[in-house]
């Protein structure tokens, strides 16, 4: 008589162990999947930059074009692109190149052995509430920062 009363006070007890369980094991597959995107994010980014430094060390002088080459490798439009050539904006450098190189025959910013330096910043969302709160507890999104540096293969400087 004993040994029945025990196994009717312990019938609902792996019922509860599995419900306390899985709340963990959902929570902790949830975090997967969204630091697996995050790091699918990650790496879309820094294709999206290498593409835009491939082209830019051959057109140094495109820097819209650039730009538009790494923003076309990317899902969306809240990406920050920025373009430097040897810590001038791209846009700087090769204007002061074109002033420079017609009037006082100046070294070009923008020519053959100078860095050109691409970076992106994005924020990214975080899906699941729970963990939202540990990484990102502002809810502005987690940063995420990617930089190329590349040397320019032409044109030759003067």
């Known amino acids: ?7 009717i006070s312990e019938k609902g007890q792996s019922l509860m162990e599995l419900g306390l369980m899985m709340v963990f094991m959902l929570i902790l597959l949830a975090g997967v999947v969204d630091l697996g995107r995050m790091m ?3 790496l879309t980014m820094r ?7 491939g082209y830019g060390t051959i057109y140094p002088g495109y820097c819209n074009e650039i730009a538009a080459r790494v923003k076309d490798n990317l899902p969306d439009a809240n990406y920050t692109v ?7 904006s791209c846009s700087a450098a090769y204007s002061a190149d074109a002033a420079a190189a017609l009037t006082y025959h100046l070294p070009s910013h923008a ?10 910043d994005h924020s990214f969302e975080v899906t699941m509430p729970m963990l939202g709160t540990f990484v990102d507890p502002e809810g502005d999104g987690v940063p995420m920062h ?6 320019i293969v032409r044109p030759e400087c003067q």
């Open 1 to 7: 008589m004993k040994n029945q009363r025990v196994r």
């Open 40 to 42: 699918y994010e990650y």
């Open 47 to 53: 294709d999206a930059v290498q593409e835009g430094a």
């Open 82 to 88: 920025a373009v430097t050539v040897d810590g001038l």
């Open 111 to 120: 020519c053959s052995g100078k860095i050109l330096t691409i970076t992106l």
């Open 146 to 151: 990617v930089v190329i540096e590349d040397r």
